[in-house]
């Protein structure tokens, strides 16, 4: 069975950095791409980054480009974004999600919140 | 980038009836659009891709339809599971966008 499962969300600073992990089991994760999702509160879902099967196409919003980092190790099944320069904006729930247009599996989310 | 338009942002129905939300795409966007059900506390769950393919497991009281900048999802003979937002997105293009979503609630 296919799991995704997210971690390293919690409290920063703004200005602040947090690293979050999507754990991967019950499929190949070198062959998949992935995406992060995040849903701010009272919001709708933004996408924010892709990254192809291999790790060398990569992908990002306008929102979250050259602060946030999108990453994988394939042996480690784990997804990896690198959040930088956060924001109270980037307060939200982030997902990761499995396929180009992910239509198939997703994570239950971490939260981020980003407060003084 | 392109942006979806999705209509209406909220909607009022009762158990039984079928109601239709619309997504308009700024530009040509062919089938490339997505159906999501969001529940909160939930993860998102796709419907529908390629504009009108089922995805595997959803039951056929979800239809989508359109092609090219216009799309519909219909659901017929709501259910109180079924209440819910609801959100396109197009996937043709880096970087994909989201419709603002359609919150249906029950009348």
């Known amino acids: 069975e296919v799991h995704l499962v997210e971690s390293g969300g919690g409290l920063v600073q703004p200005g602040g950095s947090l690293r979050l992990s999507c754990a991967a089991s019950?499929?190949?994760?070198?062959?998949?791409?992935m995406n992060w999702v995040r849903q701010a509160p009272g919001k709708g879902l933004e996408w924010l980054s892709y990254i192809n099967s291999g790790g060398d196409t990569i992908y990002y919003a306008d929102s979250v480009r050259g602060r946030f980092t999108i990453s994988r190790d394939n042996a480690k099944s784990s997804l990896y974004l690198q959040m930088n320069s956060l924001r109270a904006e980037d307060t939200a729930v982030y997902y990761c999600?499995?396929?180009?247009?992910?239509?198939?599996?997703w994570g239950q989310g971490t939260l981020v919140t980003v407060s003084s | 980038d392109i942006q979806m338009t999705q209509s209406p942002s909220s909607l009022s129905a009762s158990v039984g009836d079928r109601v239709t939300i619309t997504c308009r795409a700024s530009q040509d966007i062919s089938n490339y659009l997505a159906w999501f059900q969001h529940k909160p506390g939930k993860a998102p769950n796709c419907l529908i891709y390629g504009a009108s393919s089922l995805q595997p497991g959803v039951p056929s009281k979800f239809s989508g339809s359109g092609s090219g900048t216009d799309f519909t999802l219909t659901v017929t003979s709501l259910q109180p599971e079924d209440f819910a937002t609801y959100y396109c997105l197009q996937y043709i293009s880096y970087p994909y966008t989201f419709g603002q979503g359609t919150k249906l609630e029950i009348k």
């Open positions: 999600a499995r396929d180009r247009a992910m239509g198939g599996y």
């Open positions: 019950g499929f190949t994760f070198s062959s998949y791409e």
